[in-house]
């Protein structure tokens, strides 16, 4: 995957994926585009779900945690996923100690979306 943003809306699930790199530029690239889709996923609708899919994804940065945590907090912990994430990617989250907040799923472990 390039470096452009793809939504797909399944019931009341926004499964939202990303570029291969989420470095600052990208976040501040895709940050307005993933905020706008939230709020109008979410507008009015109770018991919503957002789920990250970093299928693809090499690389993160401190400000695409900043967009989950963000995000998260939209939705709750309960509503909120980020799914398909490598090990190396993983090791950032934990260290971030976002692995204890959020649901945050390997590769090899992700619930399959139809």
Same mark, same amino acid.
């Given at each position: 995957?390039?470096?452009?943003? *793809? ?8 499964? @939202?994926? &990303?570029?291969?790199? #989420?470095?600052?530029?990208? @976040?501040?690239?895709? !940050?307005?585009? #993933?905020?706008? $889709?939230?709020? !109008? &996923?979410?507008? +009015? $609708? ?12 090499? &690389? ?7 967009? @989950?945590?963000?995000?998260? $907090?939209?939705? +709750? ?10 090990? !190396?990617?993983? *090791?950032?989250?934990?260290?971030? +100690? ?14 399959? #979306?139809?």
């Amino acid at each position: 995957m390039g470096g452009t943003m *793809k939504f797909k809306e399944i019931d009341d699930v926004l499964h @939202c994926s &990303f570029p291969n790199r #989420l470095d600052g530029l990208a @976040c501040s690239t895709v !940050e307005q585009e #993933l905020s706008s $889709r939230i709020t !109008e &996923f979410t507008n +009015g $609708r109770t018991n919503v779900r957002l789920i990250f899919d970093l299928a693809g994804v090499i &690389f993160i940065s401190s400000a695409f945690l900043r967009l @989950c945590l963000m995000h998260f $907090r939209t939705v +709750g912990k309960n509503h909120f996923s980020v799914t398909n994430v490598s090990e !190396e990617i993983h *090791k950032v989250f934990h260290i971030s +100690g976002f692995v204890d907040l959020m649901n945050v799923t390997h590769a090899d472990r992700a619930p399959a #979306l139809a």
